[in-house]
């Protein structure tokens, strides 16, 4: 297992890692490889198709009928 050092943090980053690490029962050092778990192996953007899933099922088709407009409009005139 590989190890990690990280020099010239900001204090309030410290401060606010060891808080956030209080939260979750845990060491800083665990929550500082968590961090690192989900930001760097997890995938932040959703496919399509899981986009697609995300649709509720709600309606009719008829609701989302194309009314074909055979009119004319001449958008220059």
Same mark, same amino acid.
């Given at each position: 297992?590989?190890?990690?050092?990280?020099?010239?943090?900001?204090? %309030?980053?410290?401060?606010?890692?060891?808080?956030?690490?209080?939260?979750?029962?845990?060491?800083? #050092?665990? #929550?500082?490889?968590?961090?690192?778990?989900?930001?760097?192996?997890?995938?932040?953007?959703?496919?399509? %198709?899981?986009?697609?899933?995300?649709?509720?099922?709600?309606?009719?088709?008829?609701?989302?009928?194309?009314?074909?407009?055979? %009119?004319?409009?001449?958008?220059?005139?």
């Amino acid at each position: 297992m590989a190890s990690l050092i990280v020099r010239n943090i900001d204090e %309030t980053i410290v401060n606010a890692l060891k808080q956030r690490a209080s939260r979750h029962g845990v060491s800083a #050092e665990a #929550e500082h490889r968590k961090i690192l778990e989900q930001v760097l192996l997890q995938p932040t953007k959703k496919s399509f %198709t899981e986009v697609l899933g995300l649709i509720p099922n709600v309606g009719n088709d008829s609701d989302f009928a194309r009314v074909q407009d055979d %009119t004319v409009h001449d958008v220059f005139a």
